[in-house]
């Protein structure tokens, strides 16, 4: 059974920091990667789809990569800004093929 | 706009009470879902629908119930048989096929069980 594992569980760095977050999965026999931003109260908001066959993914100051053989993605976030503080989740295809396995996130609180 | 929009925001259940939560798409995707949130636990799957009159049940559909009438529209139905509903509900949908899909989210409704 897939299982996502994302760590830290929560992270505080002051504004400017360059930082990476890290997420992995048990079965690397993914169709993809998702990455989610979720501010408190929210709804989630999609950030960055990887497909299996890509190996990163850029939108802004975002940043992912996908190691499907090391079952293990990073969502890198360069010159962090307060407004970044949330909590980014990562998640794949399911057994299925269709509903996604989330890991628990990771908060991250940017201070100015 | 494009999106999935969910209605209400906040939700109070009686006991015994069965409560709906609405949800609309205007994305013209095939596939919809619906998810919980509990703190500390991620989110878990509770039934999906890749096609309209056609739906599966997820991990914790038990006390749960939906339909599937219109390509758009996803209701979930909470019933007095879920013991714990007091969570925060997502539904998400995307286009076929699924496991290649990007899926997205709506804004969310909080249930609480007074």
């Known amino acids: 059974k897939q299982e996502v594992t994302q760590i830290p569980a929560a992270l505080s760095v002051p504004e400017g920091e360059n930082l990476v977050l890290n997420c992995s999965f048990t079965d690397s026999a993914i169709y993809n990667l998702q990455w989610f931003r979720q501010d408190p109260g929210k709804g989630l908001t999609s950030l960055l789809l990887i497909q299996s066959s890509q190996r990163e993914q850029t939108s802004g100051r975002l940043n992912a990569s996908l190691d499907k053989s090391s079952g293990r993605s990073t969502l890198y976030i360069a010159a962090s800004q307060p407004g970044d503080s949330a909590t980014y989740l990562c998640a794949v295809p399911g057994q299925a093929g269709t509903a996604l396995i989330f890991g628990k996130g990771t908060t991250l609180s940017v201070s100015s | 706009d494009g999106g999935i929009t969910q209605s209400p925001k906040y939700l109070f259940r009686k006991e015994g009470q069965n409560v709906t939560l609405s949800c609309e798409q205007n994305?013209?995707?095939?596939?919809m879902y619906w998810y919980r949130q509990d703190p500390g636990q991620g989110l878990r799957l509770i039934y999906y629908s890749q096609i309209v009159n056609d739906f599966q049940k997820g991990d914790i559909a038990e006390g749960y119930s939906v339909s599937r009438e219109k390509k758009e529209s996803f209701p979930l139905t909470v019933t007095s048989a879920q013991k714990n509903p007091t969570a925060f509900y997502l539904c998400?949908?995307?286009?076929?096929?699924?496991?290649?899909?990007?899926?997205?989210f709506g804004p969310g409704t909080r249930l609480t069980v007074l």
């Open positions: 994305l013209n995707h095939d596939a």
């Open positions: 998400a949908s995307s286009i076929q096929p699924p496991e290649t899909a990007e899926q997205f």
